[in-house]
């Protein structure tokens, strides 16, 4: 099954993935602890998903009975534009909806598995399915779990999305893991404003500014986010932008994460005009859409007063 192996990694690259890596189905032990304490500690916030199904995301055999292999893929999606002051967009959302593209291309290549391999099953994992990417991400060599909690890759960095393929066949596994390269580094602890990397590792997300701006439901964003937004309409790059190893970042090869209308940011008098059905329209197959009307314009709401507020001091 080596050879196999090689073949899948070659038709993954001609896929338009950039690393890939093949490991046997195991149970997570250590990161499915790691993942109870950060349950345990509310750092999930108002993610009460996250609560649920926690052994299932701690071991691929539950998930997908019959699992013996988990093949981890990374697409970079880094392009090299810049922010505007205000209305800022997280760079994952700036292109197609990561879900679909990666979600796209992984099927593909579990066709191109299965027409080689008929007595072959395999399931899809591309952030929606009680699976941890980035423990499987550093399971298989693509890189190590940076301090921000973000898996880094010496190759492009951290602006990488993860996805996963479990299969039901054995084949030979790669076995090196990415060694820890944050060393003593603390950018992304010291550059985040609200404080929300609790300590190496650990993000408490009732803090984090991507959480707030995009998963929390609240009419109302917390105070010590919306004091500290900094521009951010939805999500917050603040510290991968700080990462010295994003000096390595490269232009991605995927058309579709190029920024979408040619925005990386959006004015939030924009955002607080739309309507309903302007708004689907705007952003259909866009990560975007996650914070839903509501959310996105609160978040437009509260740049607005803070720039408001600036003008009157």
Same mark, same amino acid.
């Given at each position: 099954?080596?050879?196999?192996?090689?073949?899948?990694?070659?038709?993954?690259?001609?896929?338009?993935?950039?690393?890939?890596?093949?490991?046997?189905?195991?149970?997570?032990?250590?990161?499915?602890?790691?993942?109870?304490?950060?349950?345990?500690?509310?750092?999930?916030?108002?993610? +009460?998903?996250?609560?649920?199904?926690?052994?299932?995301?701690?071991?691929?055999?539950?998930?997908?009975?019959?699992?013996?292999?988990?093949?981890?893929?990374?697409?970079?999606?880094?392009? *090299?534009?810049?922010?505007?002051?205000?209305?800022?967009?997280?760079?994952?959302?700036?292109?197609?909806?990561?879900?679909?593209?990666?979600?796209?291309?992984?099927?593909?290549?579990?066709?191109?598995?299965?027409?080689?391999?008929?007595?072959?099953?395999?399931?899809?994992?591309?952030?929606?399915?009680?699976?941890?990417?980035?423990?499987?991400?550093?399971?298989?060599?693509?890189?190590?779990?940076? +301090?921000?909690?973000?898996?880094?890759?010496?190759?492009?960095?951290?602006?990488?999305?993860?996805?996963?393929?479990?299969?039901?066949?054995?084949?030979?596994?790669?076995?090196?893991?990415?060694?820890?390269?944050?060393?003593?580094?603390?950018?992304?602890?010291?550059?985040?404003?609200?404080?929300?990397?609790?300590? *190496?590792?650990?993000?408490?997300?009732r803090k984090c500014i991507s959480y707030a701006t995009i998963e929390l439901r609240t009419p109302d964003? *917390?105070?010590?986010?919306?004091?500290?937004?900094?521009?951010?309409?939805?999500?917050?790059?603040?510290?991968?932008?700080?990462? *010295?190893?994003?000096?390595?970042? +490269?232009?991605?090869?995927?058309?579709?994460?190029?920024?979408?209308?040619?925005?990386?940011?959006?004015?939030?008098?924009?955002?607080?005009?739309?309507?309903?059905?302007?708004?689907?329209?705007?952003?259909?197959?866009?990560?975007?859409?996650?914070?839903?009307?509501?959310?996105?314009?609160?978040?437009?709401?509260?740049?607005?007063?803070?720039?408001?507020?600036?003008?009157? +001091?």
């Open positions: 099954m080596n050879r196999f192996a090689d073949q899948i990694k070659e038709a993954a690259l001609d896929l338009g993935i950039d690393k890939i890596g093949i490991v046997r189905a195991e149970g997570l032990h250590g990161e499915g602890r790691h993942l109870l304490d950060w349950l345990e500690n509310g750092f999930h916030g108002e993610m +009460k998903w996250m609560e649920r199904e926690t052994e299932r995301r701690s071991d691929p055999r539950l998930l997908f009975p019959g699992a013996k292999t988990v093949i981890v893929a990374a697409i970079n999606y880094y392009t *090299p534009h810049a922010h505007s002051e205000n209305g800022k967009i997280s760079r994952y959302a700036w292109g197609d909806d990561y879900h679909d593209v990666v979600g796209g291309t992984l099927r593909k290549l579990l066709e191109w598995i299965c027409d080689r391999m008929p007595d072959a099953n395999g399931r899809l994992c591309v952030d929606t399915s009680p699976f941890m990417d980035k423990a499987w991400a550093v399971r298989g060599g693509i890189g190590w779990l940076g +301090k921000h909690s973000n898996v880094i890759t010496q190759e492009f960095g951290s602006w990488i999305f993860i996805g996963s393929i479990i299969l039901d066949i054995e084949m030979d596994y790669d076995r090196e893991i990415v060694a820890d390269h944050c060393g003593t580094c603390t950018a992304c602890l010291d550059a985040c404003p609200t404080g929300a990397i609790v300590q *190496p590792y650990v993000v408490d997300s964003l *917390p105070a010590n986010v919306a004091e500290n937004l900094n521009g951010w309409l939805y999500g917050c790059d603040i510290c991968q932008d700080v990462c *010295p190893w994003n000096r390595f970042e +490269k232009p991605t090869s995927e058309t579709r994460f190029e920024p979408r209308m040619g925005e990386t940011s959006i004015d939030p008098d924009l955002v607080l005009s739309l309507t309903p059905e302007n708004y689907a329209a705007r952003f259909r197959r866009s990560a975007i859409k996650r914070a839903k009307l509501s959310g996105l314009q609160r978040n437009a709401g509260t740049l607005k007063a803070d720039a408001q507020h600036e003008e009157l +001091k």
